[in-house]
């Protein structure tokens, strides 16, 4: 019983139940996002628990000392190439392959080779496992020192890529240190030696907090990546529920929100003109030519009227064969000069089911507003204005 109370048991003991709690931070995050990365860091933290249970045993029984050191490096060196194959799908996306399973077979008669040559020294089986250890973690390193930092994982990866050179650097230095402690009994080494596992498990919460920064950042990437994606998948309906398909007109619906849009951003219809316009004998082309002549009949309306907008005026479908447009800034006098010629431009218009272009009329009515309180009336105007036109012609 005297022995649980050793320090060097003490430091290790805390350095296992350490590396259990970043094991179970481990999973728990791997629940709630699911990173393959994150799976291959997890195992590896469960295998360094268990193989600090190994050592632990070794250290306080003699009858585990072979078994417990063969746990022990098996262990380590698992977790080393775990931590390894995570940075690598991390940084570059791949995975390990079955074949790597091989690996085990050398790795463990490696293990109980040195096992048996170190025949229960300690500082033997440290010295030579400290020259071999580190260069998983210069691998790892090496790995994400490819890696093109994004603001979210940017310190995360730092703090990792840090944590990996400060653990390749702490387990180098123990091996000319327990080199020296095999031939002579140094008694501040040997106490320095003890509390190996506590610097061992700064360097490796470090690592874990890393691990953590990167995971979450790249969550936190992804869903601002997905947000941004929603947002323009909204524009795009949005856009595409103000605008008329046929024409690419505006539509009815878009008229309130078009108006509130262009007040908000200091552009509103302080003044000008409506102007009505409507399509004359639409319904008889329909009849006589089917309603892909009415279509087109539509859209050569629609790019006549275009032609006779300004930068800041806009073309709305209103209903079947029906437009509204306004002309900001205009008067009425303005708005006719523009208009009078509509009607030229739709002359010897191509129609589908005619064998010679058909000249088309449009019907025209306008009316000033000085407000946006007075344009609603302003629309009747011009409707009635269009309609007295179209008798009449």
Same mark, same amino acid.
């Given at each position: 019983? #005297?022995?649980?109370?050793?320090?060097?048991?003490?430091?290790?003991?805390?350095?296992?139940?350490?590396?259990?709690?970043?094991?179970?931070?481990?999973?728990?995050?791997?629940?709630?996002?699911?990173?393959? #990365?994150?799976?291959?860091?997890?195992?590896?933290?469960? @295998?360094?628990?268990?193989?600090?249970?190994?050592?632990?045993?070794?250290?306080?029984?003699?009858?585990?000392?072979?078994?417990?050191?063969?746990?022990?490096?098996?262990?380590?060196?698992?977790?080393?190439?775990?931590?390894?194959?995570?940075?690598?799908?991390?940084?570059?996306?791949?995975?390990?392959?079955?074949?790597?399973?091989?690996?085990?077979?050398?790795?463990?008669?490696?293990?109980?080779?040195?096992?048996?040559?170190?025949?229960?020294?300690?500082?033997?089986?440290?010295?030579? =496992? #400290?020259?071999?250890?580190?260069?998983?973690?210069?691998?790892?390193?090496?790995?994400?020192?490819?890696?093109?930092?994004?603001? =979210?994982?940017?310190?995360?990866?730092?703090?990792?890529?840090?944590?990996?050179?400060?653990?390749?650097?702490?387990? @180098? =230095?123990?091996?000319?240190?327990?080199? +020296?402690?095999?031939?002579?009994?140094?008694?501040?080494?040997?106490?320095?030696?003890?509390?190996?596992?506590?610097?061992?498990?700064?360097?490796?919460?470090?690592?874990?907090?890393?691990?953590?920064?990167?995971?979450?950042?790249?969550?936190?990437?992804?869903?601002?990546?997905?947000?941004?994606?929603?947002?323009?998948?909204?524009?795009?309906?949005?856009?595409?529920?103000?605008?008329?398909?046929?024409?690419?007109?505006?539509?009815?619906?878009?008229?309130?929100?078009?108006?509130?849009?262009?007040?908000?951003?200091?552009?509103?219809?302080?003044?000008? +003109?409506?102007?009505?316009?409507?399509?004359?004998?639409?319904?008889?082309?329909?009849?006589?030519?089917?309603?892909?002549?009415?279509?087109?009949?539509?859209?050569?309306?629609?790019?006549?009227?275009?032609?006779?907008?300004?930068?800041?005026?806009?073309?709305?479908?209103?209903?079947?064969?029906?437009?509204?447009?306004?002309?900001?800034?205009?008067?009425?006098?303005?708005?006719?000069?523009? @208009?009078?010629?509509?009607?030229?431009?739709?002359?010897?218009?191509?129609?589908?089911?005619?064998?010679?272009?058909?000249?088309?009329?449009?019907?025209?009515?306008?009316?000033?507003?000085?407000?946006?309180?007075?344009?609603?009336?302003?629309?009747?105007?011009?409707?009635?204005?269009?309609?007295?036109?179209?008798?009449?012609?």
């Amino acid at each position: 019983m #005297a022995n649980f109370f050793k320090p060097d048991l003490i430091a290790l003991l805390v350095q296992a139940l350490g590396a259990l709690l970043m094991a179970a931070l481990c999973i728990a995050l791997l629940r709630t996002m699911s990173r393959p #990365a994150l799976r291959y860091w997890s195992m590896g933290w469960v @295998l360094l628990c268990i193989s600090l249970q190994g050592l632990y045993l070794a250290t306080y029984s003699q009858a585990f000392r072979l078994p417990g050191h063969v746990i022990y490096l098996l262990g380590e060196y698992t977790f080393g190439y775990l931590l390894y194959v995570g940075c690598r799908n991390y940084a570059l996306g791949e995975s390990p392959k079955r074949t790597d399973l091989w690996l085990l077979v050398p790795a463990a008669v490696w293990c109980v080779w040195l096992s048996i040559f170190a025949g229960g020294d300690v500082n033997v089986l440290f010295a030579v =496992h #400290a020259l071999v250890y580190p260069y998983l973690f210069f691998r790892a390193l090496r790995v994400l020192g490819g890696v093109t930092a994004g603001p =979210h994982v940017k310190v995360g990866l730092g703090v990792m890529r840090l944590a990996l050179f400060l653990l390749t650097i702490d387990y @180098l =230095h123990y091996a000319p240190l327990r080199a +020296v402690a095999s031939y002579q009994n140094l008694e501040l080494l040997n106490i320095y030696l003890d509390n190996a596992p506590l610097y061992d498990l700064i360097f490796q919460v470090m690592l874990m907090f890393g691990m953590v920064m990167i995971a979450t950042g790249r969550v936190q990437q992804e869903l601002e990546g997905a947000n941004a994606d929603l947002q323009q998948a909204r524009d795009r309906l949005e856009t595409t529920s103000r605008m008329d398909p046929l024409t690419s007109a505006l539509n009815r619906r878009a008229f309130s929100a078009v108006l509130a849009d262009r007040s908000r951003g200091g552009r509103e219809f302080t003044s000008g +003109v409506v102007a009505v316009v409507d399509l004359d004998g639409l319904k008889v082309l329909n009849d006589r030519f089917g309603h892909a002549a009415g279509d087109a009949a539509l859209l050569a309306l629609a790019e006549a009227l275009r032609a006779c907008l300004g930068p800041e005026d806009l073309l709305f479908r209103w209903g079947g064969d029906e437009f509204v447009i306004l002309l900001k800034g205009e008067g009425s006098t303005g708005a006719e000069t523009r @208009l009078v010629k509509l009607n030229d431009e739709l002359m010897a218009t191509p129609i589908p089911g005619s064998d010679t272009p058909l000249d088309l009329r449009a019907s025209v009515g306008v009316s000033e507003f000085s407000d946006a309180a007075s344009l609603h009336r302003a629309i009747d105007e011009a409707d009635r204005a269009m309609y007295t036109r179209k008798k009449t012609a």
